[in-house]
Every structure is written in C-alpha cells, then in structure tokens.
C-alpha cells in the first residue's frame, strides 16, 4: 500500500477487500489500493496515509471520516461510503473541503426491510431462544405454552422513520394484516394513501404499538431518541427493534426498561459500539435478539452497494454528478 503511485492517474483508496471484478471499472481509470482484509477495519494509520494522496475513499460505515481525515486529504475530492447510513462522516466539513460524500441507497431497501421483519418475527415468536433450546437437547415433550410467543399478525406495528426502508417495512407488515402507524420528520401522504399507515406524533405511536420498529437515521435529533422516557410510554408487552444505528438508542435505558418488564422483548441488529462487547448486559438477556448489522447483508445486495459506491466515485473523478450524493452543495463547488 505504501508502493510508487502513477501521478497522471486518480488514486483511489478502498478501505475492505472488495471483488476484483467489482472494482474492475475503478481500476480502469485510477491507481486502486485495497485495504487487505475483508473482516478487520482498516488501521487509522494506513487510511491517514492513504488519504493523503486519494482522490477517492471508498469507505464502510465502520471508518470514521472526520475533519483528521479530510485536512490530511488534500486532493481529495470524493468520499463513497459503502451504506446508506452516513453517520460516520462529518458531511460539513467534506462539504467545507469541497469533497463530494455519497452513499447507497435504494439498492438496499427490501434487503433491510426483510432482515427487519424476520427479527421481529424471530423476537416475537422465539425462534432463537427455541433453535438453541432444541440443539441443546432440552426438548423433552409437546407441551401447551412450550416456548409461546406473541402473535405478529393483526396487531400494530409503529415504525419510526418512514423512509423508503421503512415503507418497505410497512408493506410486509400489510401482508400480515397489521395495523401501521408511523413517525417521521415529514408526514408522508402517499404512503399514508398506500400503505394504509396513520401518522402519529412519536408519543402516541409508543403508547399504540405492539411493535415499535425503529428505522430513523442516527443524528443529533435522533441520539438517544428512545431513552427511560419512551420505554415508560411503550406498553408493557411491547417488543422493540432497531435496525437502523445503535446510538439512536440509550442502551442503559433498553436494559432497565426490559429488566423493569416495562417492555416486553428487544430485536437488535444495531448498537452503539459495534462490534458489541459479548459481555454487554443486552446480550444476557433472554427476551433480547441480537445481530451483528447484518441488515443489508444478502450477497446479491452487498455486491450492488459495492458497485453503487464504484460509479459514485467514477462519476465524481470523471467530472459526472454521482448518482446519490448526500452533500448536494458540492455541486455548486465541485474541485476540479
Ligand atoms: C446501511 O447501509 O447504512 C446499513 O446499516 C448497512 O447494513
């Protein structure tokens, strides 16, 4: 990673092994140097010295992207972040340094919102606490309430964050005949018209749900959005899930509020530190399921977020609008 660079190209920095077919286009055009692991980030030091020659950073959500990084970068001109999310970035300052920053979305959508509905399913009917239970040799008889859980269909599910994933989410909720009330910043009237959701005000929407589904980006707004306060307003056989990013969650207030039997259950794909420690409270839990991010994690949607993040960045080095660029001032600023 430290080799000679050709200075007539673009240099384009990836922070994880990605496919070599995947990243064909990006080769094409620019230097490419890969991070050379697929399952550890990429060390601060090498993404430092990295960014001080890229053009592009091809990042994960796992990298922080801050002014450090941006001040060393100074011929940086994109930052393509492999998520929707982009949480990680500081967008101002890229905005400041006139660095585009992109992400993936769309691509994503049904993929998330299929993980979503399979962990309430499995929080609501058990199926982890009853997979481990039948390996562990513990099924002794058929007995009437062995490992009952709680009913999805026909009951009300309150999402918060109706974006475009959230919307997804909402559609299979209709499939189970569930009655959909939502939150968002902005009331959303055509999916209202088509999804048969009832918008609320966040208050109302804990007091009603029997699933509260958490789909809100992460930002200043939204840090600790669900603190001791909106776990006391949750009704006591609520089931919580997030799948959207842990800090929107105050996690010391989920533990007590479960332990309390202020809410009934807690899905998880998301949490503030990541990778969790194994020794955290939530993981002792029983009525708690845990993932690790796996949201967006098919194989089929993976390789189209890389490839969504490889023409984001060829559009930025070859003078083109990318496709999905979160900081649209830059358009009006664009580095040459
Ligand atoms: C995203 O794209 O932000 C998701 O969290 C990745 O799974």
């Not at 189209?304 to 070859?318: D, F, P, Q, W, Y």
């Amino acid at each position: 990673m430290e080799g000679e660079i050709d200075m007539d190209k673009p240099y384009i920095f990836i922070t994880r092994k990605l496919p070599e077919e995947v990243i064909a286009p990006l080769r094409a055009i620019g230097e490419v140097e890969m991070w050379p692991y697929d399952d550890v980030p990429v060390a601060r030091d090498v993404l430092l010295a990295n960014a001080k020659k890229a053009d592009a950073l091809l990042t994960m959500l796992s990298d922080r992207i801050d002014r450090e990084v941006m001040e060393v970068g100074e011929k940086l001109k994109v930052v393509a972040n492999m998520a929707v999310g982009f949480d990680n970035i500081d967008v101002p300052v890229a905005t400041e340094y006139g660095i585009a920053v992109c992400n993936t979305p769309d691509v994503l959508n049904d993929t998330t919102a299929d993980l979503t509905f399979a962990l309430l399913l499995a929080t609501a009917r058990r199926i982890v606490e009853a997979a481990e239970y039948i390996k562990a040799g513990e099924w002794k008889s058929w007995s009437p309430f062995l490992l009952a859980g709680t009913d999805v269909h026909h009951k009300t599910i309150g999402i918060v964050g109706l974006g475009k994933i959230g919307q997804a989410v909402a559609k299979r909720a209709k499939g189970f005949d569930m009655n959909i009330l939502y939150h968002n910043r902005t009331r959303n009237e055509e999916a209202e018209r088509q999804l048969g959701a009832v918008y609320c005000t966040f208050q109302q929407l804990l007091q009603a749900a029997d699933f509260v589904v958490c789909l809100t980006p992460l930002t200043a707004e939204t840090r600790h959005l669900f603190n001791r306060q909106a776990f006391r307003w949750m009704k006591k056989s609520a089931i919580f899930i997030n799948a959207s990013r842990g800090a929107v969650v105050d996690e010391e207030a989920l533990y007590e509020a479960l332990v309390a039997g202020e809410i009934a259950a807690a899905g998880l794909d998301v949490f503030t530190k990541e990778p969790v420690d194994p020794s955290h409270p939530l993981l002792s839990l029983k009525n708690v399921v845990a993932l690790p991010h796996i949201g967006s994690a098919s194989i089929e949607t993976r390789r189209k977020m890389m490839e969504r993040s490889c023409r984001n960045i060829l559009a930025v080095l070859t003078g083109e609008t990318p496709e999905a660029l979160v900081n649209t001032e830059w358009l009006a600023q664009k580095r040459s």
